[in-house]
């Protein structure tokens, strides 16, 4: 049954996102999780018997994985050198922002669960706060060929702000595993060393081994195989997967030089069909009791993270020096949240401690994504105008393109 019902999420998910985007301008992202949601425990998951927990956990690393891999390649040193202090100083107070506004206000209310510390809960959705899924900027710039110092800096922002997110998440698990600050210290160091130790050597290694393999299709091979092999390393001696995936990525461009993309080609084209796993995934854990009865946390995690992110990059580009183009406009810009923050949310589902709590994170995770992802677009474009850095003429012409476009590119 289960081999059946990943058919045929894949099949009525995509065929759901496609139709959405392209009569309703909605991202596809937005009709894979519903398409999930139908299969439910709460809808038809209860009637065909369905335990998504029990299958679904090792697709989703393998699925996180490639994902990681992907962003940790999407951006080189040298490229990062360029993009100059302010971008990072930006981004840090993005991330910094989402993070201590997120969490001060889950703890004010006193959310928690049981078996956890009281602060737990909030600094799990504080360290979910701080991932961003920006395709949502990216399909503005190219439909309004957009140009100027803002779509530059959101542009660099992108290659750092996932990376970021996955050493806080890290880190904070790491924390809820141990027993106190002092008993987690090991476990944070090594968390995150042997993440990029190891997948340090693994860039390396994949570098060369691709030197070997002339055809396509025997590098797909070999690049998933790494992935996969590099997740089932991680899960076993217990550091960071996806600061692996991502320091894996980093590397192998970095060592493949202007050769580097015979790295990334083959891996992309499995990216859409990774993304509709993920979020049709995402959607089956979806819970209704859940979600009408913490509906208000729902937006009110929306809320506290836009207001935590647009106040933080603003005064981090400040304190880099950027000019007010930039600090007013940026954070509009990184609203949108998807794939990396669903996929880490499902990751707790699959360790005990934390089962209870992953069902009140994915489901208000899996929420705000809908929301980010449809209104996202919308923030991005008025940030970029408010800049002036939109090409009106050319956008004006495709205007009526603009739902595909958004549809198309967001993930």
């Given at each position: 049954?289960?081999?059946?019902?990943?058919?045929?999420?894949?099949?009525?998910?995509?065929?759901?996102?496609?139709?959405?985007?392209?009569?309703?301008?909605?991202?596809?992202?937005?009709?894979?999780?519903?398409?999930?949601?139908?299969?439910?425990?709460?809808?038809?998951?209860?009637?065909?018997?369905?335990?998504?927990?029990?299958?679904?956990?090792?697709?989703?690393?393998?699925?996180?994985?490639?994902?990681?891999?992907?962003?940790?390649?999407?951006?080189?040193?040298?490229?990062?050198?360029?993009?100059?202090?302010?971008?990072?100083?930006?981004?840090?107070?993005?991330?910094?922002?989402?993070?201590?506004?997120?969490?001060?206000?889950?703890?004010?209310?006193?959310?928690?669960?049981?078996?956890?510390?009281?602060?737990?809960?909030?600094?799990?959705?504080?360290?979910?706060?701080?991932?961003?899924?920006?395709?949502?900027?990216?399909?503005?710039?190219?439909?309004?060929?957009?140009?100027?110092?803002?779509?530059?800096?959101?542009?660099?922002?992108?290659?750092?702000?996932?990376?970021?997110?996955?050493?806080?998440?890290?880190?904070?698990?790491?924390?809820?595993?141990?027993?106190?600050?002092?008993?987690?210290?090991?476990?944070?160091?090594?968390?995150?060393?042997?993440?990029?130790?190891?997948?340090?050597?693994?860039?390396?290694?994949?570098?060369?081994?691709?030197?070997?393999?002339?055809e396509h299709e025997l590098r797909l091979v070999a690049l998933v195989g790494a992935i996969i092999l590099l997740v089932g390393l991680a899960e076993a001696w217990h550091f960071s997967g996806l600061l692996a995936a991502m320091t894996l990525g980093f590397t192998a461009r970095w060592f493949g030089g202007s050769h580097a993309e015979r790295l990334f080609e083959p891996v992309e084209q499995l990216e859409e069909m990774v993304f509709v796993l993920f979020f049709?995934?995402?959607?089956?854990?979806?819970?209704?009791?859940?979600?009408?009865?913490?509906?208000?946390?729902?937006?009110?995690?929306?809320?506290?993270?836009?207001?935590?992110?647009?106040?933080?990059?603003?005064?981090?580009?400040?304190?880099?020096?950027?000019?007010?183009?930039?600090?007013?406009?940026?954070?509009?810009?990184?609203?949108?949240?998807?794939?990396?923050?669903?996929?880490?949310?499902?990751?707790?589902?699959?360790?005990?401690?934390?089962?209870?709590?992953?069902?009140?994170?994915?489901?208000?995770?899996?929420?705000?994504?809908?929301?980010?992802?449809?209104?996202?677009?919308?923030?991005?474009?008025?940030?970029?105008?408010?800049?002036?850095?939109?090409?009106?003429?050319?956008?004006?012409?495709?205007?009526?393109?603009?739902?595909?476009?958004?549809?198309?590119?967001?993930?």
């Open positions: 049954m289960e081999i059946l019902l990943i058919g045929i999420l894949l099949l009525a998910g995509l065929a759901f996102g496609t139709l959405g985007s392209h009569y309703f301008g909605v991202p596809r992202v937005v009709g894979y999780i519903l398409i999930g949601m139908l299969f439910s425990p709460d809808l038809l998951g209860d009637y065909l018997g369905l335990d998504a927990a029990r299958w679904t956990q090792p697709l989703v690393a393998i699925a996180l994985g490639i994902v990681a891999y992907l962003i940790g390649g999407a951006a080189t040193v040298g490229q990062l050198r360029r993009l100059g202090v302010s971008i990072i100083t930006a981004t840090v107070g993005k991330v910094t922002g989402a993070f201590l506004l997120v969490f001060a206000g889950f703890v004010w209310l006193g959310v928690g669960v049981p078996d956890l510390p009281g602060w737990g809960v909030p600094l799990v959705l504080a360290a979910l706060a701080t991932i961003t899924a920006p395709a949502a900027i990216v399909a503005i710039i190219h439909q309004y060929r957009a140009r100027g110092p803002l779509t530059t800096a959101l542009l660099g922002m992108v290659a750092m702000d996932d990376a970021l997110g996955v050493v806080i998440f890290s880190v904070v698990l790491a924390l809820l595993a141990a027993d106190g600050v002092v008993s987690a210290l090991p476990l944070v160091v090594w968390e995150i060393v042997a993440a990029l130790v190891i997948g340090g050597i693994g860039g390396w290694l994949i570098e060369r081994i691709s030197r070997l393999l002339h049709t995934f995402a959607g089956l854990y979806f819970d209704l009791s859940v979600t009408v009865e913490h509906g208000w946390l729902i937006l009110l995690f929306f809320m506290l993270r836009a207001a935590g992110q647009v106040i933080g990059s603003w005064i981090g580009a400040r304190l880099g020096g950027a000019p007010p183009a930039i600090a007013n406009n940026v954070g509009l810009g990184m609203l949108p949240q998807g794939g990396v923050a669903v996929g880490m949310a499902l990751m707790l589902e699959g360790q005990p401690r934390f089962a209870e709590m992953a069902t009140l994170a994915i489901n208000i995770i899996t929420a705000s994504t809908l929301l980010t992802e449809s209104i996202g677009a919308l923030a991005a474009r008025f940030g970029l105008q408010r800049a002036g850095e939109l090409d009106m003429a050319n956008g004006g012409q495709h205007a009526g393109q603009q739902g595909r476009r958004n549809g198309d590119e967001g993930k």
